[in-house]
C-alpha cells in the first residue's frame, strides 16, 4: 500500500481507531456477539495474518486451463454479531457472485481491529470505520473512504430499574461505561447527550470496560450506566432488571431529522484507485445483503442465531422485533454524508477531535 509522507505509529493508530488493550477488557467496541473466531487468534493488526496480494487486489483471476473466474474482494469483518453477519448473508445468498466478485472476509474479534487493519495490514483494503475516526486518520495522512452506511447505530444508555437515573440529565455526576473513548459509538453518544440534554463530558466519569463484562458490573452496582449494543442489549433486557435511558440515534433523529450510524462501508484510496469496477461491486451487493436482511429479518435471526450470540428462544424471539430497524433499507447518500460531516464537526466544536472536518472521507462511488 503506498504511503503518504505521513505515517503514524501504531499505538497512535490504536488510540486512533478506539482500539482497547486493558487487561481482560480487550475490543468488543461494536457489535460483536460471539466468542471470537479463529481469524483473529493472535489479535495482530501488523499484517502478518494477511492475505496473498492477489487476492486482496481485486483483480480478475484465471485458472491454469485460461478460464476467467470471478474477482476476488478482501473484505475486513466481525466474527459474527449484528455486523458480523452482513457479509455472512451476502456470501450465503450469493449477492457477491451476482456482482461478480467472490467476497473474501476475514474475521477479526472487535470492529476497532478491523478498523485497524484498513491503516496497518494492505492485504485487507475494505472493511468498515466511523467517521469521526476516519477524519483523525485523514489528518494523520491515511487515505479512508467511506462508501455508504454499513450499520445504523443501535447502541444505548442502559441503567438498573432501581436507581435514580429517570433520563438523560440524570447522567450528570455519574460513572458510564464503554470499551473506548476513541470510538465512534461513544464520541456520538458524547455528542448527543450534550446537544439534546446539556451534559457536557466534563459532567460525568468515563469507565473503561468491555460491553459484556459492563453488564455484570451494572447489575452489582459498580456502574451507574453503560452504553451497549444488540444483540448484548436484547441479552440484558432478558437477564437483568435494566432499562433503556437514551438513545443517541433517535435523538440525532429528531435533533437533525438525518440517520446516524456506528460504522460505515470503507476501503483505502489506494485499492480503489486501482479497482474501481470492483468498488462499485462490493458497495452494490452490500445494498442488497442489506434489503435482504430488512425483508428477511426472521428468518436471518433464527438461522444466525448461535453466530449473533442469542443462546434461548426468548432471546431470538425478542431480537425479531429490535433487530428490525439497524440495517439501512436504502442508501441516501446525500443525507448520509450531510449526517456524519455534521457530527464530525459537533464532536470538533465539543473539542473531542482536534481534526478538521473533511469531504475527503467520502468516496461517492454510486
Avoid at 460505515?264 to 486501482?274: F, I, M, P, R, V
Wanted: aromatic share 8%; with cysteine.
Amino acid at each position: 500500500m503506498t504511503r503518504d509522507s505521513t505515517t503514524i505509529d501504531r499505538r497512535t493508530a490504536l488510540k486512533l481507531t478506539g482500539g482497547v488493550a486493558t487487561s481482560g477488557l480487550a475490543g468488543l467496541a461494536g457489535c460483536a456477539g460471539g466468542t471470537g473466531g479463529s481469524g483473529d487468534s493472535d489479535g495482530s493488526t501488523d499484517g502478518s495474518g494477511g492475505t496473498d496480494d492477489s487476492e486482496g487486489s481485486g483483480d480478475t483471476a484465471t485458472d491454469s486451463g485460461g478460464s476467467e473466474e470471478l474477482t476476488s474482494i478482501v473484505h475486513g469483518a466481525t466474527n459474527g454479531g449484528t455486523t458480523g453477519i452482513l457479509t455472512s448473508v451476502m456470501t450465503d445468498q450469493g449477492f457477491d457472485e451476482d456482482h461478480g466478485f467472490t467476497l473474501q472476509a476475514e474475521g477479526f474479534a472487535s470492529p476497532p481491529k478491523v478498523q485497524q487493519q484498513l491503516v496497518f495490514n494492505e492485504d485487507i483494503p475494505t472493511g468498515y470505520m466511523g467517521s469521526i475516526v476516519a477524519t483523525r486518520m485523514h489528518s494523520k495522512g491515511e487515505n479512508p473512504q467511506l462508501i455508504g452506511p454499513y450499520m445504523l447505530y443501535h447502541a444505548y444508555i442502559v441503567t438498573r430499574s432501581d436507581t435514580d437515573i429517570e433520563g438523560p440529565t440524570d447522567l450528570a455526576g455519574k460513572q458510564i461505561s464503554f470499551a473506548s473513548e476513541a470510538a465512534d459509538a461513544w464520541l456520538k453518544f458524547v455528542v448527543m447527550l450534550d446537544e439534546a440534554h446539556g451534559v457536557s463530558r466534563d459532567q460525568y466519569e468515563f469507565v473503561q470496560a468491555a460491553p459484556p463484562a459492563a453488564l455484570s458490573l451494572l447489575d452489582k452496582g459498580e456502574l451507574d450506566a453503560i452504553l451497549t449494543y444488540e444483540p448484548l442489549m436484547t441479552k440484558a433486557l432478558l437477564q437483568y432488571d435494566f432499562e433503556t435511558v437514551f438513545s443517541p440515534r433517535e435523538a440525532w433523529r429528531e435533533a437533525e431529522d438525518l440517520p446516524l450510524t456506528t460504522v460505515d462501508l470503507a476501503w483505502t484510496k489506494e485499492w480503489y484507485d486501482a479497482n474501481p469496477d470492483a468498488g462499485v461491486s462490493l458497495a452494490e451487493a452490500f445494498i442488497d445483503t442489506q434489503q435482504y436482511l430488512n425483508e428477511n429479518v426472521d428468518t436471518v435471526v433464527e438461522e444466525y442465531s448461535d453466530s449473533i450470540g442469542l443462546e434461548s428462544q426468548e432471546q431470538i424471539d425478542l431480537a425479531k422485533e429490535r433487530l428490525v430497524d439497524i440495517y439501512p433499507s436504502e442508501w441516501d447518500i446525500e443525507a448520509f454524508q450531510e449526517s456524519e460531516r455534521l457530527m464530525v464537526q459537533k464532536a470538533r466544536d465539543l473539542g473531542l477531535i482536534e481534526a478538521e472536518p473533511t469531504d475527503d472521507i467520502f468516496n461517492e462511488v454510486l
